[in-house]
T-cell receptor, first 115, second 116 residues
Framework: GAGVSQTPSNKVTEKGKYVELRCDPI?????LYWYRQSLGQGPEFLIY????????DSGLPNDRFFAVRPEGSVSTLKIQRTERGDSAVYLC?????????????FGPGTRLTVL | AQSVTQPDIHITVSEGASLELRCNYS??????LFWYVQSPGQGLQLLLK??????LVQGIKGFEAEFKRSQSSFNLRKPSVHWSDAAEYFC??????????????FGKGTKLSVKP
């Protein structure tokens, strides 16, 4: 079946603009995660959802970042007033649930460049 | 707080040689450990995972890893490296929130280059 998909694959924007990044998880997966991967670093947790609700958003760096999952499937990560430091690859992952042994399946990521 | 350390940023091995990538974790209880591989332009792919039981874990593509509690390590090994193994490898541990899986905490990664 289809894996996790993310759109767009690349996004170039100017400082101060608003961007939306979309994640389409594997069908039937109730848990969805967002990570950010800066150059030369491992992925860093941003937020995760169980169903429609954000179970933990402690990784969001500041209030310019927000994510939603209104119907418990597709999720959108929203970044307001983008800054150059927001440039990174944003990864989405999904899993069958929040049990500890559930594998997280990752999408290919969206590369965000803020000029 | 949990953390993962991958001490080697970049490793080069010859094709056919053996490989060991190091991973150390910091966590008080029994950790849930993972190794992922990331090829250019590709998403992270799970190689193997450890939750409990046998400390030697077999994964895909001929990889294995050994959990050593006394050393807080979970090193990845492969007896004979293929050119297609060139990629970046990430070790990760589950962050615990009330007993359920939360986020994964990743190391900074080890980039593997393979010489012909």
């Amino acid at each position: 079946g289809a894996g996790v998909s993310q759109t767009p694959s690349n996004k170039v924007t100017e400082k101060g603009k608003y961007v939306e990044l979309r994640c389409d998880p594997i069908s039937g997966h109730t848990a969805l995660y967002w990570y950010r991967q800066s150059l030369g670093q491992g992925p860093e947790f941003l937020i995760y959802f169980q169903g429609t609700g954000a179970a933990d958003d402690s990784g969001l760096p500041n209030d310019r970042f927000f994510a939603v999952r209104p119907e418990g499937s597709v999720s959108t990560l929203k970044i307001q007033r983008t800054e150059r430091g927001d440039s990174a690859v944003y990864l989405c992952a999904s899993s069958r649930g929040l049990a500890n042994d559930n594998e997280q399946f990752f999408g290919p990521g969206t590369r965000l460049t803020v000029l | 707080a949990q953390s993962v350390t991958q001490p080697d940023i970049h490793i080069t091995v010859s094709e056919g040689a053996s490989l060991e990538l190091r991973c150390n974790y910091s966590y008080g209880a029994t950790p849930y450990l993972f190794w992922y591989v990331q090829s250019p332009g590709q998403g992270l792919q799970l190689l193997l995972k450890y939750f409990s039981g046998d400390t030697l874990v077999q994964g895909i593509k001929g990889f294995e890893a050994e959990f050593k509690r006394s050393q807080s390590s979970f090193n990845l090994r492969k007896p004979s490296v293929h050119w297609s193994d060139a990629a970046e490898y990430f070790c990760a541990v589950v962050g615990y929130y009330g007993g359920s899986q939360g986020n994964l905490i990743f190391g900074k990664g080890t980039k593997l280059s393979v010489k012909p």
